[in-house]
């Protein structure tokens, strides 16, 4: 059975709400203060975590190498899609129903939340930055090698804009915070 985008969005949701719960418990069991707090931070890092991993594909039936997994190393090859949508005067339900360009706007987006959120946390630009380096860095690593050698190839694709667009999306979102605060 194969989720729609938007039962799918909801699934990672329900994850991250569920996991920043129980981060949020632990952390009141061990005394921390006002674990409630980092609530919102928790539940858009770890949806962000599902979305970028999700679903997993049997180990005993994966073909190796799986062609849709190959790294992406071309820096804003989305707008590549972009030009040959406006070339072909495409309608705006064609823009946003294709997927690439959907990937690229929800990368962008859920990691401006992820901005937003952090910036509650986090005083420094340098430390937002690292953050979001880091959090993209890591997801784009455990897709390039199959979660790390759990699985015998990548089954998601290492893509470099995805790099670029998770971290302007957080330095975007921590300086949509910063004028709001």
């Known amino acids: 059975m194969r989720l729609s985008v938007f039962e799918f969005a909801g699934l ?16 009141w069991l061990f005394r921390y203060p006002r674990p409630w707090f980092a609530l919102p931070f928790l539940c858009c890092a770890l949806s962000f975590i599902f979305l970028t991993q999700h679903p997993f594909p049997d180990p005993d039936n994966l073909v190796c190498p799986v062609p849709s997994a ?9 707008l590549d899609t972009f030009w040959r949508l406006v070339a072909h005067d495409a309608t705006l339900l064609e823009y946003l129903t294709n997927r690439t360009l959907a990937a690229t706007a929800m990368n962008f987006l859920v990691c401006a939340a992820i901005g937003l959120t952090l910036v509650r946390h986090v005083k420094t630009w340098a430390r937002v930055a690292l953050f979001g380096a880091a959090l993209t860095l890591t997801i784009e690593l455990t897709q390039l090698t199959g979660i790390w050698g759990y699985y015998a190839c990548a089954y998601r694709q290492f893509n470099v804009d995805d790099l670029l667009l998770n971290m302007l999306g957080v330095l975007a979102g921590a300086a949509l915070g910063r004028i709001k605060a």
């Open 12 to 27: 990672a949701l329900v994850y991250g709400t569920s996991a920043a719960s129980v981060v949020a418990v632990g952390l």
């Open 70 to 78: 190959t790294p992406q190393l071309q820096p804003l090859r989305f």
